[in-house]
């Protein structure tokens, strides 16, 4: 029976039939590799003699380029007459031969790795694409969560707002103007407000805060009373804001102080620390020099008061160090009423400085009434000091003290003593406000905790020695009244008043016929100042973010 032999392929015998028959004839032949019983002749023959092949020899083994393999006799003679390769019909040549070093080629079935391989690739893709897609649905989910918080405050400010729309503002003077409810702004949700403060020439509101997403984090909330629209927070400290000072001067520049022993000075129009300033010891209070804009002032824990100059970063110029023992408590209120004066209040007492070129400090002490002071305030058009005292044991209530301070004479007169709250569970400040019917008549504001209200007094008439009270609703549910303050900006007169979680804003109101009647009124004894309003006047608004 004869076979046909596979194209290409010589009729001759085949090297290792060659080897057998030359056996036959009394030669060596030389032996067969050894093929392992489980693996296939397939893998360990030429497919085109179909003989194994050997690892030397004229029959040994070859590759081409394309990766089939081959007996090397078999292969130069296919390509002598072809030029593709057997197995895949490949372009190949003689020149693509390889010879293959091994002894015995075993190959190994990998197809299921390779599959295993691939759907693990597709399963790292799938894997992938499910990463996008859950950090995207969180993104998206944050930022709903915050809009929808936004939503809440504003549902809560309306909600404010149309409560304090129902008090009904009762004017101190017949025919005088007084203050009226304007809106409520969400500050802390978390009621984590401590301390705020006022620029008359920007229109801002900073209010010392604690973040609500990281509670470490302590820094100023901007509000523009121009836009209330508009809150940025500013991340300044490591702990507690315990007081704000903007510079007088105008140049949208804050003073913070901390309980991190800190002293920085901000620029709120870039949000950027100008000047950091480290203390020895905690920090209670923070000013202005009106006189001096490059100075300074911080009042300590310990009862120092800390003098810095902003061009000189390293440190403080002048240390005063309290004398007597009421003055060794923590400095609340630290107020320059003259050039190179200073009247410093601690939790005890209330002491003036005076210091002179050579360095020297002279110092009084003034003999004021009994009582642990919560804040003091100075008004520097006419002098004007209020002290404020927490309820004790001998006075049931608040006390707003009124006084007149001579710097040249070191002293203080008492005018008159305001009753205010039965209660003060947060410490609380006072202030005093000109009234925008007349700059000469100051007005006395202050947070009432017990009752949830901000009372206004007038210094009573001399003709008809009666003081004149009026009470503006804070909602007592938005946490206690800590701090009052003014704000006169675009020909308006605000009255601002903080709780630990919102910031309460009353607008003054003239009553309907107020100019034509008050020119009537020959013994008036608030005579009023027609209201002139510029409004060609410009503003410093560069701060403000542009709207998206």
């Known amino acids: 029976m004869s076979t046909t032999s596979p194209p290409g392929a010589s009729t001759s015998a085949s090297p290792s039939r060659k080897r057998q028959k030359t056996g036959s004839k009394g030669e060596e032949s030389a032996p067969a590799p050894d093929i392992p019983a489980t693996q296939s002749t397939e893998t360990v023959s030429c497919p085109i003699c179909l003989d194994s092949w050997s690892s030397s020899g004229p029959h040994r083994l070859v590759s081409l380029k394309c990766g089939h393999l081959f007996g090397q006799l078999c292969i130069e003679r296919w390509l002598g007459t072809r030029d593709t390769c057997p197995q895949c019909n490949g372009k190949a040549k003689k ?21 295993a391989i691939c759907s693990l690739e597709a399963e790292k893709q799938k894997r992938n694409h499910l990463e996008k ?21 504003e549902i809560e400010e309306l909600k404010s707002r149309l409560k304090l729309g129902i008090v009904a503002a009762v004017p101190p003077v017949p025919g005088h103007g007084f203050f009226v409810p304007l809106r409520s702004i969400v500050a802390s949700p978390d009621k984590k407000c401590t301390a705020f403060n006022c620029d008359n020439h920007s229109g801002i509101i900073a209010v010392a805060k604690t973040l609500e997403d990281n509670p470490s984090k302590f820094g100023i909330l901007k509000i523009s009373s121009l836009d209330v629209n508009h809150h940025e927070f ?16 105008g140049n949208t520049r804050i003073l913070s102080c901390s309980r991190s022993k800190e002293l920085k000075m901000t620029c ?17 209070s923070c000013g202005w020099s009106p006189a001096r804009p490059e100075q300074l002032f ?9 003098v810095y100059d902003i061009r000189n970063t390293r440190g403080a110029l002048n240390t005063i160090n309290p004398n007597a023992a009421p003055q060794k408590c923590p400095v609340i209120s630290v107020i320059s009423p003259a050039k190179d004066t200073l009247l410093v209040s601690t939790l005890k007492c209330m002491t003036l400085y005076k ?10 002490t003034f003999p004021l009434p009994p009582g642990a002071l919560s804040s003091v305030s100075y008004d520097e058009s006419q002098s004007l000091v209020l002290a404020s005292y927490k309820p004790g044991l001998k006075h049931q209530n608040e006390r707003h003290v009124l006084m007149t301070l001579n710097t040249e004479e070191s002293s203080v007169d008492v005018i008159q003593t305001f009753a205010g709250s039965t209660q003060q569970t947060v410490r609380s400040r006072s202030c005093l406000v000109r009234c925008p019917d007349n700059d000469q008549h100051i007005m006395v504001c202050a947070g009432n905790q017990a009752e949830g209200v901000v009372n206004v007094w007038t210094r ?20 206690p009244v800590i701090a009052v303050g003014s704000l006169r900006i675009s020909g308006s007169d605000h009255l601002i008043g903080l709780t630990n979680q919102r910031v309460v804003m009353y607008k003054w109101q003239y009553p309907e016929g107020h100019f034509e009647e008050s020119e009537m009124l020959d013994d008036d004894p608030y005579p009023v ?11 410093d608004t560069s701060w403000l973010p542009e709207r998206i």
């Not at 649905?137 to 930022?143: K, N, P």
């Not at 507690?240 to 001067?249: E, K, W």
């Not at 911080?298 to 800390?306: A, P, R, S």
Request: proline share 2%; net charge neutral; with cysteine.
């Open 298 to 306: 911080c009042g300590l824990q310990n009862g120092q008061v800390m």
């Open 460 to 479: 009573p008439s001399v003709s008809t020695n009666k003081e004149c009270l009026q009470k503006l609703d804070s909602a007592r549910e938005y946490g």
């Open 268 to 284: 709120l129009k870039t949000n950027t620390t100008l000047v950091t300033y480290n203390t020895t010891r905690e920090c209670w």
């Open 95 to 115: 020149g693509d031969i390889r010879p293959i070093y091994a002894k015995i080629i075993s190959a190994v079935d990998t197809t299921d790795r390779d599959d």
């Open 355 to 364: 210091m002179d070129a050579s360095g020297k400090t002279e110092w009084t």
């Open 133 to 153: 897609l859950h950090l995207t649905t969180s993104m998206q989910c944050h930022m709903y969560a915050s809009h929808n918080r936004k939503l809440r405050n």
């Open 234 to 249: 500013v991340h300044l400290h490591s702990n507690t804001i315990r007081d704000l000072a903007f510079d007088p001067h």
């Open 529 to 539: 100042t027609r209201a002139v309003f510029d409004l060609n006047s410009s503003y």
